[in-house]
């Protein structure tokens, strides 16, 4: 045991627990509490699928309600049409377009509840409860709720590992908590749970399950405010002290006897690990090791306020600024901490393993995050990167490559490319410190040589031939071409020439699916053949075409890292320009077996889903951006609102709000590794950010409206800056960058082909 990492874990809450009370005091005196501005409803309704309930930053626990109904819309456990709750759950995802987690679920209820097992886990018809929206209460690291059934109020906050609850039972009831080790989100097959009754107030166990992550193991350990007076199963067998049960599907109730109004209030902590019992008790022990839960709450609420607070914008819009500062709040939810206060972590090889330094995580959505949500951290958070870029390197000597989608140490190969390959070269190409740079070289390498998910074709042929791998294989190809960039751009820097050439030329895959009389990029067989019979680019079929939940007017423009080079394609800009503004218009029927992902239509570009989002920022390169500026606002303006339908697709893990954050400030990251970021059009008058090391900068749109739109001239520390983007290195030096906004598109600004963002090779 690392007793050395856990006093440094104590010592650095125990620091942090007093800023926090100092900048919840503050905050309460000068009204600078950014957490008011965070509305957690939005993206609970239509397809955003995100997280409700209380966590802090990055944290190993998202404890919140999970809802009795099932289905694609409560992949997080929880959607606003639903009035059911089966309990709280400790773990769950946010934004993502598959089920899983759920786990350690805790009822306090009322009266007798019957068993009787559906299908899945969730589905006991006994163990719910009804609820009212207005009875709810939600902001940043505090959920509340009225269970009516049972007549409790419930109240939920969180540290980092440990769940607290709060529950008010009705003085005329027996007070009662349900342990359900059954339920769980998603689609899950074998599964196991194991409780031990300890003592009269420690209950502790795990849950395994096979879902999405095929080989999920959590521990858990829960204290209790009073002493229980009975424990049983559901099926009403005894437990007595010292009890263990294993099953299938495991339940205990937990009976209070105290009479008295006091014993009406009980708390419950609730410690996760996923390593062991006695490393839940430690995580516990270092990190809440009292009772005062008004406490813990505000220290959850400051914690918020403090990561918020790296970025503080000035605007009389009140709806961008509630949607910018809870799209912050999403991005912030994941990756999670999947390492305990020890250093302690449950490796991908499944086996555990101490940590030297730093933390773990988990949640990797990598197809999706890529593109912004990493880039975003980079600046923001920029003191993270390195333990996130760990955590893959350790993934990578673990299982033998880097990370796709990894859960809960699980590889779950969701999605197409080498998505780890991106952010780990990014990461690289940025300078940023803290890992081991031969090793991320090596990984990434290791990596883009594998034979498996359509990679081997991509090897032989230099493109992914459709007769060889039957579906998405110009996706796969375009993701592949895209990682393979990256990583030449990681030889090209360390002097690895031949790499570099090898690399480079394979990022070109592009070039292959070119169809250069109809302007698309095609299905080409191993031949060198277009997909032979009627093409037509509207058209969509889930899993069963050539694209990921995409369609070729879409998945046409995946060329992020060679934007000039596929510019060269078309015959000139012009011919570019003309095809790119036809994507805003053009109408199409995408047919019945449509991939539910494409969403949040402007003409055939699909912001609902990833692999669109660069492509507005394509306009600049063209010496176009007031287009890019167009484009960007009305994104900004209909494709995010403050509703609870408020997001275009699903949240995929904090991609979604990225963009949003990176857009609103005014620049994107077109460029998949390394930067520059591009100019749009900026929303706020005024944003200041945070870049860690006493930096800051300081973002001024002069002029700025709904119809002063467009940037004219720009100036860098008060000097003329005539260029349309921003490379990184000079972003994140911080200072003053200007905009001057007109209401018509600058003649001059971002025109000149020296003022324009170049693809580098």
Same mark, same amino acid.
């Given at each position: 045991m690392n007793f050395t990492r856990v006093l440094k874990n104590f010592i650095f809450l125990s620091v942090l627990t007093g800023l926090g009370a100092c900048t919840v005091g503050s905050a309460q005196k000068t009204d600078q509490s950014l957490t008011k501005y965070v509305d957690p409803y939005i993206g609970t309704g239509g397809h955003g699928h995100v997280f409700l309930g209380a966590n802090v930053p990055y944290g190993a626990v998202q404890l919140g309600p999970s809802n009795l109904s099932t289905g694609w819309d409560w992949v997080s456990g929880y959607h606003i049409s639903d009035s059911t709750i089966i309990g709280f759950a400790h773990q769950h995802l946010s934004g993502t377009g598959i089920g899983d987690l759920g786990d350690i679920v805790f009822l306090p209820y009322t009266g007798d509840i019957q068993f009787r097992r559906g299908e899945h886990g969730n589905e006991q018809s006994g163990a719910y409860s009804l609820f009212r929206r207005d009875t709810e209460r939600v902001k940043p690291g505090y959920y509340a709720v009225h269970l009516d059934r049972f007549g409790v109020d419930v109240e939920l906050t969180a540290t980092s590992r440990v769940g607290f609850h709060k529950y008010s039972f009705?003085?005329?009831?027996?007070?009662?908590?349900?342990?359900?080790?059954?339920?769980?989100?998603?689609?899950?097959?074998?599964?196991?749970?194991?409780?031990?009754?300890? *003592?009269?107030?420690?209950? /502790?166990?795990?849950?395994?399950?096979?879902?999405?992550?095929?080989?999920?193991?959590?521990?858990?350990?829960?204290?209790?405010?009073?002493?229980?007076?009975?424990?049983?199963?559901?099926?009403?067998?005894? &437990?007595?002290?010292?009890?263990?049960?294993?099953?299938?599907?495991?339940?205990?109730? &937990?009976?209070?006897?105290?009479?008295?109004? %006091? /014993?009406?209030?009980?708390?419950?902590?609730?410690?996760?690990?996923?390593?062991?019992?006695?490393?839940?008790?430690?995580?516990?022990?270092?990190?809440?090791?009292?009772?005062?839960?008004?406490?813990?709450?505000?220290?959850?609420?400051?914690?918020? *306020?403090?990561?918020?607070?790296?970025?503080?914008?000035?605007?009389?819009?009140?709806?961008?600024?509630?949607?910018?500062?809870?799209?912050?709040?999403?991005?912030?939810?994941?990756?999670?901490?999947?390492?305990?206060?020890n250093g302690d972590y449950m490796g991908s090889d499944f086996k555990p393993h101490t940590l030297p330094s730093g933390e773990n995580y988990t949640t990797f959505s990598l197809w999706d995050t890529y593109r912004a949500a990493h880039p975003l951290m980079s600046i923001i958070h920029r003191e993270r990167v390195p333990d996130m870029v760990n955590s893959m390197l350790r993934i990578y000597q673990e299982q033998g490559k880097l990370p796709v989608w990894h859960l809960v140490g699980n590889e779950t190969d969701c999605m197409v490319g080498n998505p780890g390959i991106i952010v780990v070269a990014d990461a690289y190409l940025k300078g940023i410190t803290g890992f081991d740079r031969d090793l991320a070289y090596e990984a990434m390498k290791v990596s883009a040589m594998k034979d498996d998910r359509g990679l081997n074709w991509?090897?032989?042929?230099?493109?992914?031939?459709?007769?060889?791998?039957?579906?998405?294989?110009?996706?796969?190809?375009?993701?592949?071409?895209?990682?393979?960039? /990256?990583? %030449?751009q990681v030889a090209k820097l360390r002097g690895e020439q031949e790499d570099y050439d090898y690399f480079i030329k394979r990022s070109d895959a592009f070039q292959y699916y070119f169809d250069k009389d109809l302007q698309f990029l095609r299905g080409i067989d191993s031949k060198g053949s277009f997909r032979p019979g009627k093409f037509d680019p509207f058209h969509s079929a889930h899993l069963a075409n050539d694209y990921t939940e995409g369609n070729a007017w879409q998945y046409t423009w995946l060329v992020p890292h060679n934007v000039n080079g596929f510019i060269d394609l078309f015959g000139g800009e012009d011919e570019f320009i003309t095809k790119l503004?036809?994507?805003?218009?053009?109408?199409?029927?995408?047919?019945?077996?449509?991939?539910?992902?494409?969403?949040?239509?402007?003409?055939?570009? %699909?912001?609902?889903?990833?692999?669109?989002?660069?492509?507005?920022?394509?306009?600049?390169?063209?010496?176009?951006?007031?287009?890019?500026?167009?484009?960007?606002?009305?994104?900004?303006?209909?494709?995010?609102?403050?509703?609870?339908?408020?997001?275009?697709?699903?949240?995929?893990?904090?991609?979604?709000?990225?963009?949003?954050?990176?857009? %609103?400030?005014?620049?994107?990251?077109?460029?998949?590794?390394?930067?520059?970021?591009?100019?749009? /059009?900026?929303?706020?008058?005024?944003?200041?950010?945070?870049l860690g090391e006493g930096k800051t900068l300081e973002l001024v749109a002069h002029g700025n409206s709904k119809e002063n739109r467009y940037i004219q001239q720009v100036r860098l520390n008060g000097e003329p800056y005539t260029k349309s983007y921003i490379a990184y290195e000079d972003l994140v030096k911080g200072g003053k960058l200007e905009f001057d906004m007109g209401g018509t598109p600058s003649e001059t600004f971002g025109v000149a082909e020296e003022s324009r963002p170049k693809s580098v090779r």
């Open positions: 009705n003085p005329d009831e027996t007070p009662k908590i349900l342990i359900n080790l059954d339920a769980g989100i998603g689609w899950e097959g074998e599964k196991e749970g194991h409780i031990t009754v300890e *003592n009269d107030t420690v209950v /502790s166990g795990y849950r395994y399950s096979q879902g999405w992550a095929k080989n999920q193991k959590i521990y858990f350990t829960a204290t209790f405010s009073q002493p229980v007076a009975s424990f049983q199963l559901a099926d009403s067998t005894a &437990l007595q002290k010292g009890d263990t049960i294993t099953a299938p599907r495991a339940y205990a109730a &937990l009976h209070f006897a105290g009479t008295d109004e %006091a /014993s009406k209030h009980i708390l419950v902590k609730v410690a996760v690990s996923p390593v062991s019992i006695v490393n839940a008790k430690l995580n516990m022990q270092t990190e809440l090791p009292g009772w005062d839960f008004e406490t813990v709450r505000e220290e959850a609420n400051a914690i918020w *306020n403090k990561e918020l607070a790296k970025v503080k914008i000035e605007t009389a819009d009140t709806v961008a600024r509630k949607v910018f500062y809870t799209a912050l709040y999403h991005t912030l939810i994941a990756p999670s901490v999947f390492s305990d206060v991509h090897k032989q042929y230099g493109y992914v031939p459709f007769d060889k791998e039957e579906v998405e294989s110009v996706a796969k190809g375009l993701e592949f071409a895209i990682a393979d960039w /990256s990583l %030449a503004d036809s994507l805003f218009v053009v109408e199409g029927d995408l047919g019945e077996h449509a991939s539910p992902d494409i969403s949040g239509l402007i003409g055939q570009y %699909a912001h609902g889903n990833e692999p669109s989002h660069h492509v507005i920022y394509m306009y600049p390169y063209a010496g176009q951006p007031w287009k890019a500026a167009d484009r960007v606002r009305q994104t900004l303006e209909t494709m995010y609102t403050d509703q609870v339908d408020g997001l275009s697709g699903n949240e995929d893990v904090g991609q979604m709000s990225a963009w949003y954050v990176m857009s %609103a400030l005014g620049f994107y990251q077109v460029s998949p590794a390394g930067g520059p970021v591009i100019f749009g /059009s900026p929303l706020f008058d005024k944003a200041t950010i945070g």
